[in-house]
């Protein structure tokens, strides 16, 4: 069956905090490996609809109905693709594998207009959808005021295709990137870092009250929930020492900035290490 692959990648991925469509998982932007899965589940063609076009080696199309959520991307692929299928999935599914978009494929059979892939509920975009049957109805609800993918379902011919959840991990936030991300990562004690932080690059990922009561004098602060969005502040050809109180959050800031090019350093035992070794410490307002 010959069916296009489209990859939404129009969001403002607020809840992230960066663009998501190119945020890292194991050494490669999100949307990329789902393109390449569609590749591999055999798309004829696969593009990537909406936003910007910033991602290489594949199509972009622009999004038709920008700002108005995944409706607005599907009816923009209906309107574009030539082929009678098409098989529409988020950026935000590292795990989505070629096996899982072929199932949905084959689900969708004569007599139906949709085959949504279905763990404890209906994955509304991991979907292969037949462009002729569905986009008339999937138009005029659009057109009447319709946003959202659950409730157009209604209306539609929908074969559920069952599937294992553990496809369907999905990356919304910054937290749940880094809690996914699992790398290793040079670690050194606050004596080694005593030893070269008048001259090094250290990041303290704490929040700004902890900073400001006490921290190592010299260091920067990027709280942990800023550090996607302030990656640029990150210099990529030194050594990045990473401190928080006691060495947990910034392992997790330090695995996140591995995986998009860094060479981070996690200091254990932290902000706490650091004074309970006697050395010098700062306080006070960020800006003094």
């Given at each position: 069956m010959n069916f296009t692959g489209a990859v939404l990648v129009g969001g403002a991925s607020r809840r992230y905090g960066s663009d998501k469509a190119l945020a890292v998982?194991?050494?490669?932007p999100m949307a990329h490996r789902i393109a390449r899965q569609l590749e591999v589940a055999g798309a004829r063609e696969v593009v990537f609809v909406g936003g910007a076009?910033?991602?290489?080696?594949f199509s972009h199309w622009a999004d038709d109905f920008p700002g108005e959520g995944p409706l607005g991307g599907l009816l923009t692929v209906f309107r574009r693709a030539v082929d009678p299928v098409?098989?529409?999935?988020?950026?935000?599914?590292?795990?989505?594998?070629?096996?899982?978009?072929?199932?949905?494929?084959?689900?969708?059979?004569?007599?139906?207009d949709v085959a949504v892939a279905r763990t404890d509920r209906r994955e509304v975009l991991c979907a292969a959808w037949d462009r002729l049957g569905a986009g008339p109805a999937c138009s005029q609800a659009f057109a009447a005021g319709e946003?959202?993918?659950?409730?157009?379902?209604?209306?539609?011919?929908?074969h559920d295709v069952p599937m294992s959840a553990d496809r369907f991990r999905n990356i919304n936030t910054l937290g749940d990137h880094l809690t996914s991300v699992v790398m290793d990562v040079r670690e050194v004690?606050?004596?080694e870092l005593a030893g070269v932080v008048s001259e090094a690059f250290v990041?303290?990922?704490?929040?700004?009250?902890?900073?400001?009561?006490v921290r190592v004098p010299g260091v920067v602060l990027i709280p942990l929930g800023e550090v996607a969005e302030r990656i640029d502040e990150i210099?990529?050809?030194?050594?990045?020492?990473?401190?928080c109180r006691s060495g947990g959050r910034s392992m997790r800031a330090a695995q996140f900035l591995a995986q998009h090019g860094r060479s981070?350093?996690?200091v254990a035992g932290g902000t706490l290490g650091w004074i309970d070794a006697g050395y010098d410490v700062e306080s006070g307002p960020v800006d003094s």
């Amino acid at each position: 069956m010959n069916f296009t692959g489209a990859v939404l990648v129009g969001g403002a991925s607020r809840r992230y905090g960066s663009d998501k469509a190119l945020a890292v998982v194991d050494g490669e932007p999100m949307a990329h490996r789902i393109a390449r899965q569609l590749e591999v589940a055999g798309a004829r063609e696969v593009v990537f609809v909406g936003g910007a076009d910033r991602i290489a080696g594949f199509s972009h199309w622009a999004d038709d109905f920008p700002g108005e959520g995944p409706l607005g991307g599907l009816l923009t692929v209906f309107r574009r693709a030539v082929d009678p299928v098409v098989v529409v999935v988020a950026c935000d599914l590292p795990d989505l594998d070629a096996s899982t978009i072929s199932a949905v494929v084959a689900g969708l059979t004569t007599g139906v207009d949709v085959a949504v892939a279905r763990t404890d509920r209906r994955e509304v975009l991991c979907a292969a959808w037949d462009r002729l049957g569905a986009g008339p109805a999937c138009s005029q609800a659009f057109a009447a005021g319709e946003r959202s993918l659950q409730r157009l379902l209604v209306g539609l011919r929908v074969h559920d295709v069952p599937m294992s959840a553990d496809r369907f991990r999905n990356i919304n936030t910054l937290g749940d990137h880094l809690t996914s991300v699992v790398m290793d990562v040079r670690e050194v004690s606050v004596h080694e870092l005593a030893g070269v932080v008048s001259e090094a690059f250290v990041i303290d990922v704490r929040e700004i009250d902890e900073y400001e009561e006490v921290r190592v004098p010299g260091v920067v602060l990027i709280p942990l929930g800023e550090v996607a969005e302030r990656i640029d502040e990150i210099p990529v050809d030194v050594d990045v020492y990473m401190l928080c109180r006691s060495g947990g959050r910034s392992m997790r800031a330090a695995q996140f900035l591995a995986q998009h090019g860094r060479s981070p350093i996690n200091v254990a035992g932290g902000t706490l290490g650091w004074i309970d070794a006697g050395y010098d410490v700062e306080s006070g307002p960020v800006d003094s």
